[in-house]
């Protein structure tokens, strides 16, 4: 017994001592872990501080001059506007201190104390000034962002006074242009230039060759000792084609390229990448007239937007590729947090149109009122140069008809198209338009809109709106102008298109895109 005993207390002891050994070693690893850590949460151990990004199709470096939405994207670590926009779609000061609209047609900008372009000189009023006069040549990209803008008053060195021409609203969100150097570029062919802009952003072009242009951080930023940039060096390297960048990041030689094509998966598969996609601008809708004598009546257009398939139509046309959309700014906007959903729901259509009145007999829908009867026959107008959405007009046929509304499908010419938006003499129309950053919804809702759609709290709200800059009172109001919308069905949206970023594994950081720029929280990138 007692020979077993002194057996158990040498396995405790052994025991103890593997287990404090093993305590020991697991500390000093957590401690060189923790050494390891930076400001960011990340670990040091291997991190690169040299990124490499495919461009395609790169034309010019300026992206006042530019056509590459890719450098305009990449422009944002580059060269500062007066505001910025976040990947919410808010707006945020950027050169500016700060802004305010005085009147319904005026706005007061005031720079930010001590700005310096990246050789050291100030950064002025004047700028802006020269800035908005060689976008109005109307030769750039933002050339639309000041096609309003009647006059620009210094008010002193810091402050200046933009004059419009009328009332536009939510105007701030066309101040996203970059500010470039009068000093730098007056005495310059601006639109014929081939030469770098100073920088005022985190990073700076320090050399360029036919190939590539590489990028370093930017010590005149006026954010530089606020911030620390992980990445020194930016290498962007040019390609003729998508196709040849994804070659290129196939074999490991760029960590990010930016893509508006939805197959880009079967070009580099799926294995070591990461694929970061969010809603694109252009989104597609069916316009119903409202002044027509069926659609006024709110509960024929709500079922209509019952017995549309929209998970159909992105299977059957897109192969899953689009996006669902239900509403003009849920692109990504703060002022529109669901997540968009089909409705689709067969039985519901019809037992609108039963509650409405409408009785479904012989094949049709009808509804009898004052000794006259009314059948449930619409036309559908489509773009027959567009065969994408004609596509998606068919199906939209098929499934108004599989509910018992009877459809005419209108496959028109251009010319005739046109025609028929600019009259308004359709029943039921798909277009589509490619949204601005704004959350302005005149074109929708306001006078004139391609519905014919009337509402007069809505109409209120709208008026209320432009003037409103505190956000979580707009989003209020946004919240009700989406009731109002839900409920009324004035338009059924569809779908848009994808945008994706794609970027190799090493890469790593808070890569959240959207359709300003990819490149958010770039000062917290890295790869390992």
Known sequence: MKSNIIKYLFIAFAIFIIGFAIYKISSKDTEEIAQNETDNGQSTQDVESTLRIGIPEFDNINPLITDNKDIISLSTILYEALLGITSDYKIELKLAQEWSKSDSKTYLVKLKDNLKWEDGSSVTGEDVEFTIGKLQEGKSAYSDNVSNIKSVEIIDGNTVRINLKKEEPFFEYNLIFPIISKKQFEDEDFYESRIAPYAT???????????????????????????????????????????????????????????????????????????NSYKGRQLDFISMNCEDSILQNKEVRQAINYAIDLNKINSSVFDNNYNISTFPIDYGSYLYDKESKSKYNKEKAQEVLEDAGWVYRYGYWRKTENYSTQYLNLNLVVQNSDETRVKVAELIEEQLEDIGINVYLYKVSDSAYKNYLEKKNYDLILTGVNNGYSPDLTYFFGEDNIANYENEELSSILKEVKNIKDEELLKEKYDRIIEIYEDEVPYVCLYRNTNKVVSGIRLTGEITPNNYTAYFNFEKWFRQ
């Open 201 to 275: 952003g985190m990073y700076k072009v320090t050399a360029a060759t036919e190939e590539s242009i590489e990028l370093k951080q930017n010590d005149n930023w006026y954010d530089a000792q606020n911030t620390d940039r992980i990445i020194d060096t930016v290498i962007i390297s040019f390609y003729d084609t998508i196709g040849d960048a994804y070659n290129d990041m196939k074999i490991g030689n760029i960590d990010l390229v930016s893509t508006s094509k939805t197959n880009v998966e079967d070009y580099v598969g799926t294995i070591g990448f990461v694929f």
